[in-house]
């Protein structure tokens, strides 16, 4: 039984830091890639970062690339997500996901998720 469980969210000012973790359990081969979405009130869920098991390479949506980083240790199946400078408009529920690598598109298609973890930035 595949398991995903974040953990980490919180409040914190503009500003402020956050590191968000998804420990994966139970996962097989053919999910080969990692993702972070988030969703604010009254929005659609929207990407933030994608994180691939084989060469670790990553992908950042536009409103967060330098300021936050995704990380991956294969060892213990755990993705990170660590969050810097946060804004107010980062504020919603982040979601781990967990997914298979398309090769001749590189992106990962979600097909496991976690529960969320709540984020907060206030000004």
């Known amino acids: 039984q595949v398991q995903l469980a974040e953990s980490g969210g919180g409040s914190v000012q503009d500003g402020g830091s956050l590191r968000l973790s998804c420990a994966a359990s139970g996962l097989d081969s053919k999910t080969n890639c990692m993702r972070w979405f988030r969703q604010a009130p009254g929005k659609e869920r929207e990407e933030v970062a994608t994180i691939y098991n084989d060469d670790h390479w990553t992908q950042y949506a536009d409103s967060v690339k330098g300021r936050f980083t995704i990380t991956l240790i294969n060892a213990n199946h755990t993705v990170y997500l660590q969050m810097l400078s946060l804004k107010v408009d980062d504020t919603g529920v982040y979601y781990c996901?967990?997914?298979?690598?398309?090769?001749?598109?590189?992106?990962?298609?979600?097909?496991?998720w976690g529960q969320g973890t709540q984020v907060t930035v206030s000004s």
């Open positions: 996901a967990a997914g298979e690598k398309r090769y001749w598109t590189y992106s990962c298609q979600p097909t496991f």
